[in-house]
């Protein structure tokens, strides 16, 4: 790994200078940085593109029904995708459209529905891309009202059509599913990272929120391995005490598979505990319950909402995670999680890069840790947030403000730079 690649390094993101940009939307996800822009998407599917040198806006795009969704409960906070040669980007908006969007200009050349009942099921999770697909993933709003499902969608990038839809509930109709029409409701795909693309395989990787688990056609509380197309289920996992999760609103799903190496998988939730699964044990289409490798806590012992963060380094893997009350690191070797340090700062999903662990803290200030000691680099300040997370990126380090619970319509975007 080449600690310079990002532009920041630990001498100089002492030194960093900060840019506040009001912005006209509460940012509750991540940025991405592409063609020399930052592009974010605010909590009512407004997506703008921001020279990160100058904050100016370069390009705003406002989705039709913006008005009828701006200051209510129905919002997004999927962070945006990019293709491949960077010149699209792909968006998401309350009413349940994934848009395609110019880089050049923000003009939208297609979008898409993923949802029957947007009312229903949020686009709560960031947007992937693989293999000229689009891939997107539903959830459900704040107090779990049915009906509504978890849903993996796979969207042709080039033309924007609906290819196919892999339904956690019901999931032997194979087609976007009006919700009412299940007789079971829930198991949100909510986790922040999404639907995950494994780098050996390209096979998909989802973890659901709460609802029935029957390990024929409803999938709750489950980890899930999907081929590259999502039509079909080619490994599943759930926990033993999985009717307990259920019945206690402890959402394996809370978090999204993080991929420890091409063997196994670690899968975080609200139960506050870390599992290590087997890849080779979760493999088929026959139910798979139990069977954990290993089991170790969140770092504070409560609920995991953040996407953990794999660091490959020369012959060593690292896995950072942060909850509420607490941010570590541990070792991955031997096939096992070996704690490394701990700090009781909480945090959101933590970013490596250029040689340093950022972690933010929701209730305000950026932590920055040498990886592999957890020393305190500095502490670069700011406001407060939600789920928001850091890009570090070309000299600048990129940070977006504010709770989408909030139901703002305006909102703070944090750029620091090297001077």
């Not at 993996?152 to 919700?179: E, F, K, M, T, Y």
């Not at 096979?203 to 409803?218: E, F, I, K, S, Y």
């Not at 033993?240 to 206690?248: P, R, V």
Request: aromatic share 6%.
């Amino acid at each position: 790994m080449n600690p310079n690649a990002t532009g920041i390094t630990a001498r100089n993101v002492r030194s960093l200078s900060l840019r506040r940009v009001s912005l006209d939307g509460t940012v509750d996800s991540s940025p991405i940085y592409v063609g020399g822009v930052i592009v974010v998407t605010t909590t009512y599917g407004r997506t703008e593109a921001i020279d990160p040198s100058t904050g100016a806006v370069r390009w705003r795009f406002t989705p039709p029904g913006y008005s009828s969704w701006a200051g209510s409960a129905q919002l997004t906070t999927a962070t945006p995708v990019a293709d491949p040669g960077g010149a699209s980007v792909y968006a998401a908006s309350p009413g349940g459209r994934i848009y395609k969007l110019s880089l050049a200009n923000g003009h939208a050349a297609w979008s898409v529905s993923i949802t029957r009942l947007p009312s229903r099921e949020k686009l709560a999770a960031a947007l992937n891309f693989a293999r000229g697909h689009v891939i997107a993933t539903t959830g459900g709003y704040i107090g779990d009202a049915p009906p509504y499902q978890g849903h993996v969608a796979v969207i042709d990038a080039a033309h924007g059509r609906l290819l196919h839809v892999w339904n956690s509930l019901c999931s032997n109709r194979h087609a976007l599913i009006s919700p009412s029409s299940c007789p079971a409701s829930d198991s949100a795909i909510w986790g922040r990272s999404g639907a995950v693309v494994d780098p050996s395989s390209g096979d998909l990787l989802v973890a659901t929120g709460n609802a029935p688990w029957d390990g024929r056609t409803n999938w709750g509380d489950a980890t899930l391995r999907l081929d590259p197309n999502a039509t079909r289920l080619v490994g599943n996992y759930t926990p033993a005490d999985t009717e307990q999760l259920n019945s206690s609103d402890a959402d394996l799903g809370s978090t999204s598979p993080v991929v420890l190496d091409a063997g196994h998988l670690a899968q975080g939730g609200k139960d506050g505990k870390i599992r290590v699964l087997s890849v080779a044990r979760m493999r088929g289409g026959a139910p798979h319950r139990g069977g954990e490798l290993q089991v170790v806590s969140t770092p504070s012992g409560t609920d995991l909402f953040t996407a953990p963060a794999v660091w490959h380094t020369g012959a060593s893997t690292w896995m950072f995670a942060a909850d509420n009350g607490a941010t570590q690191a541990w070792r991955w070797s031997g096939g096992r999680l070996r704690p490394a340090w701990r700090h009781a700062t909480g945090g959101t999903s933590p970013v490596v890069a250029g040689g340093l662990l950022f972690v933010y803290d929701p209730g305000g200030g950026l932590d920055v840790y040498a990886p592999t000691t957890g020393a305190l680099v500095i502490r670069l300040q700011c406001g407060g947030g939600h789920w928001n997370s850091p890009i570090v990126v070309d000299g600048h380090v990129v940070l977006p403000e504010g709770n989408a619970n909030a139901h703002a319509t305006s909102g703070v975007l944090d750029i620091w730079s090297v001077r």
